[in-house]
């Protein structure tokens, strides 16, 4: 007989996490659906893939209004696994979207303007089939909209019960202190920001996460394995299937050079010696930061989501690991 869906025991083993100074706890791992959910992918292998993550009590599901490919796709995809899978489970849920990249044609579809963002998170409502997202963000700083007018909308997306929370991605430290301020005097929290964070993005680190703990202000970092740097998969060259191999891929082919794979051949070492596979590793030493909440994984297929969340069996580092990882990051390793 196969298994019963959910798993019963889905919450037994899962780490759960404080969001900033909020009350809500979020999954260490979050299932991010920005790659492998859109209509050109198998929607039986996203269904599966989401049924699995919370068959292992993930909890979060990160989406954006331009997900796909095509744009918007994924959160229809989304959406027919909510119906089918989840829709009783709603409430057990975390469920996050984003505006602000371009998402359709014309002076209204991009940025920050009120216009945009609320008409984006209508748009994300239809196409999910929901009332509400736990989660609306403000995807990227808009340099010409005032900051008021995009906070505002974020404001008014929560009192108008579209939105329970509301959040900034790729913010710097000072737009972020002052887009927190203006939420809070508009009676609403910034509860999350979503900056990309890995071993080798490690800009954060340069006071946006003491920023974030200063203020109470959850933090989820998104491409904690660097579109696929951080694993096993080119220790050998690049594959003919892979990310860097596609000619517009976020990963570049001259990105992933023989030295960069010498790195991730030495990393990999050491996450062997913490009995971790180099992605666990990566996944792992993102979240040993104090001011992260969770970590967002991407996954074309239910194995990915189970191995990803292996990593939560060790996210402790020793000073000499930690050390050793900086030594290699750095190419300042003894020869």
């Known amino acids: 007989m196969p298994p019963r869906f959910p798993n019963p025991a889905r919450y037994d083993t899962m780490t759960y996490r404080r969001c900033g100074a909020s009350g809500v706890l979020l999954p260490a791992i979050s299932l991010g659906l920005w790659h492998n959910f ?4 198998p929607f039986a292998t996203a269904r599966a893939t989401v049924r699995r993550a919370f068959d292992l009590g993930i909890t979060h599901f990160d989406l954006g209004n331009n997900y796909g490919p095509p744009p918007g796709s994924a959160e229809t995809t989304f959406g027919r696994i909510l119906r089918r899978d989840l829709a009783r489970h709603r409430d057990e849920l975390i469920v996050s979207t984003k505006a602000g990249w371009d998402m359709w044609p014309g002076p209204y579809g991009n940025w920050g303007s009120r216009k945009y963002l609320l008409a984006s998170l209508d748009q994300s409502l239809r196409r999910m089939g929901l009332e509400y997202v736990d989660i609306f963000y403000h995807h990227r700083p808009d340099p ?3 900051l008021m007018e995009s906070m505002g909308a974020l404001a008014d997306v929560v009192r108008a019960g579209k939105a329970l929370y509301v959040g900034i991605s790729a913010y710097p430290p000072d737009l972020t202190r002052r887009a927190a ?3 809070a005097s508009l009676g609403t929290r910034c509860l999350i920001h979503q900056p990309k964070y890995s071993m080798l993005v490690r800009e954060p680190e340069e006071g946006l996460l003491d920023t ?9 970092g998104f491409s904690p394995l660097a579109q696929g740097l951080l694993t096993d998969r080119y220790f050998k060259g690049i594959p003919k299937d892979s990310r860097a191999a596609k000619p517009h891929g976020y990963l570049k082919r001259d990105e992933v050079t023989d030295a960069v794979r010498k790195k991730m051949l030495r990393l990999n070492e ?11 590793m990566a996944l792992a030493w993102t979240l040993r930061h104090p001011s992260v909440t969770s970590t967002i994984i ?21 000073p000499d690991e930690l050390a050793a990882i900086d030594r290699v990051l750095e190419g300042n390793e003894a020869r």
Do not use: K, M, Y
């Open 144 to 146: 010409d909209t005032p």
């Open 181 to 183: 301020t203006i939420l």
């Open 270 to 280: 050491i996450a062997r010696a913490r009995r971790q596979s180099l992605a666990q």
């Open 38 to 41: 859109g209509a050109v992918d």
């Open 212 to 220: 974030l703990q200063e203020l109470g202000i959850g933090c989820i």
């Open 298 to 318: 991407g996954a074309s297929r239910p194995a990915h989501v189970a191995d990803a969340v292996g990593a939560l069996s060790n996210t402790t580092f020793s």
